[in-house]
């Protein structure tokens, strides 16, 4: 496999020789290009957005693109795998690069049909470019047969393709397609491929296949490259100090001090934060220290995070409506009947996003101003370039962006700031490039957070003990941030309501891996095991019951329920624990816990999924996302806490936020995957919400007292035991 | 500034900075080794894992001036010739990296672990580890990975 890398859409195909195949890009004939003629390169850039899918090489190389960021969910093989697939291209001859980052060519769809975009965010990867990737790779095998039967003399329609190779029957000829490259000729036109054209899920060859990710090797030895190991000649260092108080303005206080300060070029102040270029990274830090700054109120000043919950307890009990989210049947009525009621709150604290690789972003800007090129670890977004060309007043197609893998994203690598602060930064310093540096303490102070909220659930149930209602106010900031996951569809409960209500507290806020689905499921899934356990039924029977019209959703639960030995009895000192999730695609999980009553330490010792995602592309990717998303679970449901006082955010690196360490992981996490030829649907958020319900389901079945407030630190356990 | 004298991957580098600057920034900035990761700056993560002489040490913490004098010093980019070491394949085989901004960190405990202690049980594994964080989760293969080498089960097409 070769080395990965982006390339601007000038310099991508004359990185080596070989033919590039233009297909599957709207709006542009589809057309080959000599990648060994540099003046036909140009010839074809002045006339066209340049842009291919695919590059054949005469050695019968072939290198497909990736449009989506590589963040550890493993786009960098999935995506041209379904490419190779359709193209029925010999997967050992292939490596794999990023597209440039152009929407119009490489968008999909799949985010709203009729648009194109870029975009690595809320597990809609493969789901989006399942067909976009598909077709365009049944496209460059069209192209292929039909060279193939032009060079033949021969009716395209008997040939066949195989492993990289044309082969005609009858005839015994066969031909590969590094030899067919010096014959490859484009057809008039090209078939579009609607899905029935395309090859039937059943006659995948690659597709289900476990090879081996094309990203690991060079994660091995040191060599992949994310944006902060950029290193550029005359690069300069920017850091900047934005306080611990969200929305504070700052005042430099020694400004003088700081500007005589070794190795320091430029104070650079912005609304929220100073900004400092030195010559090294390591001066920079150090007048980075020496700041002194007045910091503002804000309107955050007045927050405690671990006070407000009184105040969203009023918000949720008021009668001002917040917003309706879902609405089924007649909730209100449900209740008015209901033989009995059961109404429960569920508290979640601000977790932060901690990937691994702090926020940063290279940027030089051209002397003149005019362009710029951005080196950046980015989930992209509606803005492609984003942000870039509005901080410098150019035209987008002046910003290139070279996208570099990601040292983590979980939601926090789609939101621009780091790229607009480090633009701002680099036009100053035109046209040395800037390397802007977030340390640990920057990254988790000025975090964006997963918002605080409060969920409300009440539900009722008749007099033969069925659910007939189901309310759910959700109480936070951010709509989406803390609405999403709400939905019960898989549970056949004939009333529903939900609503949310808004609480803002000046707090920075953003998506976290599964969003809403976290604390959602969290309340929705105890909820169910409150009224299995007062009627005395096993929950997971329970569950069954009001699945029985959903029966992709109910065979995940039957399915684990057999994967986790459900009905045998564990060692008195530990407890089983069920959940239901949706995210795209449909997952049921079991954990299994003990509680040490002394320390109040829940450790979580095993971990079972049964999910159904259509298609599997990359089965062991898969698993790999059900693990890594669990135990990304089990630590924000244990130990992951941001608590604000005064308006201050109170964590400043891993020693007072703590993560899951490896002494603490279960001993084993499985996963079943259910098989399926329908449509796929993400993953990569399926199993991170199953883990805080199935923990204090388990936790009520062992002690029979309830888990109410996330994240279950030590303290809460023995104040809960306690009680 | 000063002029220090350091031994990286068998290799005699001379770097210009201040005293007091931290190894890891020399490494990655002035030297240009990138592979060795940083992620707290505060010996938390484990992301700078480096070998000192054949010690696993955090590169974050440690100055300059303390390690130049013919200290070998061992990081990701030194550890086999062609990425051939036998965690290296056997991380290969587990498949052990998602993001992998925390591998090199991980790679570089783990090879010092087996060099004291070639079959370690899992709870020493676990203990030794402890200090590497992975918000990717992959601790599990990281795991399986080291085991893999301990007991000498590293499939020979990977
Ligand atoms: S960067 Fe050195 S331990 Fe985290
Ligand atoms: S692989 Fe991403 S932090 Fe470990």
Redesign the pocket.
Known sequence: MKKSSTYSRRDFLKSSGGIALFVGASGILPQLVSCSSPEEIEKVLEKHEVTAWVKLSENGDITIFNPASEM?QGSMTSLPMLFAEEMDADWSKVSVEFSPQESEIYGSPGWSPGTKMMFTVGSRTTNSYYTTMRTAGAQARYVLLHSAASHWDLPIAELSTKKSKVVHEKSNKEISYGELVSFLQMPASLPEFSEGQLKDPSDFQLVGKNIQRTDIPEKVTGQAKFSIDIRLPDMLFGVIERGNLHGSKPTLLNEPEISASKGVLKIIPLDYGIGVVANSLEEALAAKKKLAIAWSESKASDHQSQEIYGSYEKIAASKDPGRVLTEKGNVKQAHRLAAKTFTSDFKNDYVYHAQ?EPLNAVIKVSGDLGSAEVWVGSQQGFDTKLGVPEILGIPPENVTIHLQYL??GFGRRSMNDFVEECAILAKEMAPCPVKLFWTREDDMTYGAFRPLSLQRLTASTDAQGNLTGFSHVVVGDGGGLVASGVQNDHYDIPNQFAEWREASNGIRIKHWRSVGHGPNKFAIECMLDEIAKDQGKDPLQFRKRLMKNSPRALATLVKVEELSQWNKTTASDRAKGVAFVEHGSLGSGVCEISVDRDSGKITVHNFWIALDAGVIIHPDNVKAQMEGGIIMGISSALKEQITIVDGKVQQSNFHEYELLRMEDVPDDIETFLISSNSHPEGVGETATPMVACAIANAFLTLTGKKLRHLPFTPERVLEVLRS | MANYKLEINDIAYEVDVDEGTSLLWVIREHLGLTGTKYGCGIAQCGACTIHIDKTPMRACVLQVQDFSEGQKIRTIEGLSENGDHPLQKAWIASQA???????SGQIMQAAALLEENPNPSREEIKSKMNGIL???G?YLRVIKAIEMVAKNEIPSNS
């Open positions: 550890g691994m040292g983590g | 990296p998602q993001c992998g901004y925390c591998q992975c918000r990717c992959t």
